[in-house]
């Protein structure tokens, strides 16, 4: 290679030149002397000017401004993801001083670079050789499932990443009420009029677990009228289906617990006509395992008077009125109540 070259723009010197002059003169621009032209004539090849400009660094060379050092990084390791070389490209980029610029440029290449089926090698490389933040990939990976539409991924990524209210929202307004007016069904056309596989409601319970913590469920926003009444009504139908008539202690606390949710399912936030759906589908849910426990209570050999004088009955009318029904089933529930007080009287 010639020491220098005669371009458009005036002599091109070779980089050995340059090195020469950088050890005469230590204030020497390392801008020229990194610039491609200076040993090559493929002028998008960053491979030797960033190698000769990490041992530059090591020898306390560090006077190349700092926009000219991040565009450095950002081209070479553009060069890299180019050639199919995208975990090397975030090894380049881990080399930005700045927090945040390191974190937006790696996650960039993520995106675009991730899929959403778990590679145990490129993950395994990236966290445990590059010492990435899982957090990074997973918080890449919802973006990319909230891109290609599937919900259920990009919970299940921003519940691994951490975000609480990204995933609690995710939650309430793709998934809730598709998984609770699906029941048992494993297919359900959504208002959307597109057909998706839904998993059962154990699915939804394991996705809210991690949100019902006290330490994360203080920072969700409106996790009091969402993700905590989900959470309360699947628990209870969880324990229902497990229910033994012989465990009275049990009952009792079920009945409790479904009181208080009775009151609070009106507080459900509802932004659909899905919404509203799921919130007519859980109170029917609740009212009838109310009249569930109130059966198991009413048997012969037990006592149906209550220690305040009422019969069971009685106690749930006001809870099971103030459900949000649709009015023909609110006054079918009301009926059945009303046989039950009536043959209470009589016995």
């Known amino acids: 290679e010639p020491l220098f070259r005669s371009g458009l723009r005036g002599t091109v010197r070779d980089m050995s030149f340059h090195l020469l002059k950088l050890y005469a003169d230590r204030l020497h621009r390392l801008e020229r002397t990194l610039s491609p032209a200076t040993h090559t004539s493929h002028l998008l090849d960053y491979g030797i000017s960033w190698f000769v400009h990490l041992m530059l660094r090591a020898v306390y060379y560090v006077h190349l401004p700092a926009y ?162 989900l959470f309360h009504y699947l628990s209870i139908k969880k324990e229902m289906m497990a229910l033994d008539e012989g465990d009275q202690e049990l009952v009792e606390r079920l009945r409790e617990q479904l009181k208080l949710l009775c009151t609070r399912v009106k507080d459900l936030s509802c932004d659909s006509l899905e919404d509203r759906l799921c919130q007519s589908e859980i109170s029917k849910k609740c009212a009838s395992y109310l009249k569930s426990l109130l059966f198991l209570e009413e048997r012969p050999d037990e006592d149906v008077i209550l220690d305040d004088g009422s019969l069971p009955s009685l106690s749930l009318t006001p809870y099971i009125a103030g459900l949000p029904m649709p009015e023909d089933y609110a006054l079918s529930e009301l009926r059945a109540l009303t046989r039950s007080y009536i043959r209470g009287l009589v016995t």
């Open 68 to 229: 000219s050092y991040v565009a450095l990084q950002n081209d070479f390791a553009a060069q890299l993801e180019s050639l199919g070389l995208w975990k090397w490209a975030v090894f380049v980029l881990l080399h930005l001083v700045d927090s945040a610029d390191r974190q937006r440029a790696v996650q960039q290449v993520l995106v675009r670079q991730c899929s959403l089926n778990e590679n145990e090698d490129d993950e395994a490389f990236l966290i445990e050789k590059l010492h990435v933040p899982a957090k990074w990939i997973y918080e890449a990976k919802a973006l990319i499932a909230q891109y290609d539409r599937i919900p259920e991924k990009e919970a299940e990524f921003c519940l691994k990443a951490g975000l609480w209210n990204a995933a609690h929202e995710v939650i309430m307004k793709k998934l809730a009420a598709a998984y609770i007016i699906s029941g048992r069904r494993r297919f359900l056309v959504l208002l959307s009029g597109f057909r998706r596989f839904l998993g059962n409601e154990d699915t939804l319970l394991n996705m809210l677990t991690p949100l019902a913590d006290d330490d994360r469920n203080c920072d969700i926003f409106d996790w009091s009228e969402g993700g905590e009444i």
